[in-house]
Nanobody, 123 residues
Framework: QVQLVESGGGLVQPGGSLRLSCAAS????????MGWFRQAPGKEREFVGA????????YYADSVKGRFTISRDKSKNTVYLQMNSLKPEDTAVYYC????????????????WGQGTQVTVSS
């Protein structure tokens, strides 16, 4: 069974940076794609970006492209979300998710989820 644990959230000022981590366990992830999603209060869950575990290819939502970067460390079974130039509208609970196969922008395609970590962007 896949287990995902996010960390690294917190309070940051507009324009600041944060790096979220997602520690994965329970499987060999070579055939997996990992995704980051977020959900703000009163809003639907939103795709942020995804990475292919095998070759490291990535895909991002337009709203974060150029500001956020996803990477993975195979030796640590960890996926990262580096967030730069943060804006108040980035405030949300951020979730890591895993699925077998290709990257997807749809949360319903992911079978495993972490508990989420809160990111608040405010002055």
């Amino acid at each position: 069974q896949v287990q995902l644990v996010e960390s690294g959230g917190g309070l940051v000022q507009p324009g600041g940076s944060l790096r979220l981590s997602c520690a994965a366990s329970g499987r060999t992830f070579s055939r997996y794609a990992m995704g980051w999603f977020r959900q703000a209060p009163g809003k639907e869950r939103e795709f942020v970006g995804a990475i292919s575990w095998s070759d490291g290819s990535t895909y991002y939502a337009d709203s974060v492209k150029g500001r956020f970067t996803i990477s993975r460390d195979k030796s640590k079974n960890t996926v990262y979300l580096q967030m730069n130039s943060l804006k108040p509208e980035d405030t949300a609970v951020y979730y890591c998710a895993a699925r077998i196969g290709l990257m997807s922008i749809y949360g319903g395609d992911f079978g495993s989820w972490g508990q989420g970590t809160q990111v608040t962007v405010s002055s």
